[in-house]
């Protein structure tokens, strides 16, 4: 039973455009949500997060946002660039440690 | 760099044959973290260390058993290996606080053949 699901399993967007990446949870208890961006070959690094008492959480051209009525958050880059072309995962921490990931989106961002 | 680092890269294994997967960080961060990754499934946590205290997930198989000698190192044992367990293994770090971040490492996909 997938806690953290993410449910677009690739996105494709023009180079300047805005990238919209989604995530959903079932837990209303998680508390804090985490967005890692994954190369080829390489592991999963941190990009930005975002706790439950905050809605919004900014960082260069990317922003978190988190609507923890509808139990969704979602990821903006703006302006998306070729090398953001990576897979998304998006992750929760319903306790201390133990991190709950979705399945990626795998974003492609086009020249 | 301070950094992650997973030895080997690529692993192949003989069904049943065991094998052990290495772990090493310079970060010096209390918590180290072993994931299982199939092919375009999440990460899924087997186990963690917090020092030398070992966590269990409760649906982690006994065939999955992991040692952390001292803070730098840790390694993953797989006693059997069997066709089901070929994935990506990450290892992962974290300082030890609340809503913290974790640092990876570049994973050793297991092939079993």
């Known amino acids: 039973d997938q806690q953290v699901k993410q449910n677009s399993p690739s996105l494709s967007v023009q180079e300047g455009r805005i990238s919209i990446l989604n995530c959903d949870y079932t837990?209303?208890?998680?508390?804090?949500f985490l967005w890692y961006k994954k190369y080829p070959a390489e592991g999963p690094t941190f990009l930005i997060s975002?706790?439950?008492?905050?809605d919004k959480n900014e960082d260069g051209r990317f922003t978190v946002f988190l609507n923890k009525s509808a139990k969704h958050l979602s990821l903006h880059i703006v302006p998306s660039q070729p090398g953001d072309s990576a897979v998304y995962f998006c992750?929760?921490?319903?306790?201390?440690?133990?991190?709950?990931f979705g399945t990626g989106t795998r974003l492609k961002v086009l020249a | 760099d301070a950094m992650v680092i997973q030895n080997p890269r690529y692993q192949v294994t003989q069904f049943g044959k065991p094998v052990t997967l290495s772990c090493s960080q310079t970060?010096?961060?209390?918590?180290m973290y072993w994931y299982q990754q199939k092919s375009s499934q999440a990460p899924k946590l087997l186990f963690h260390?917090?020092?030398?205290?070992?966590?269990n997930e409760a649906d982690t198989p006994d065939n999955f058993q992991s040692r952390r000698p001292n803070t730098s190192f840790c390694f993953l044992d797989i006693r059997s290996p069997g066709l089901g367990d070929a994935a990506m293994y990450l290892c992962?770090?974290?300082?030890?606080?609340?809503?913290?971040?974790?640092?990876f490492g570049p994973g050793t996909r297991l092939l079993v053949l």
């Open positions: 992962a770090t974290s300082r030890g606080g609340t809503q913290e971040t974790q640092y």
């Open positions: 837990n209303s208890m998680f508390d804090y």
């Open positions: 975002i706790s439950s008492i905050k």
């Open positions: 992750a929760a921490l319903p306790g201390t440690y133990k991190y709950i």
């Open positions: 970060l010096n961060h209390n918590v």
């Open positions: 260390y917090y020092d030398k205290d070992f966590n």
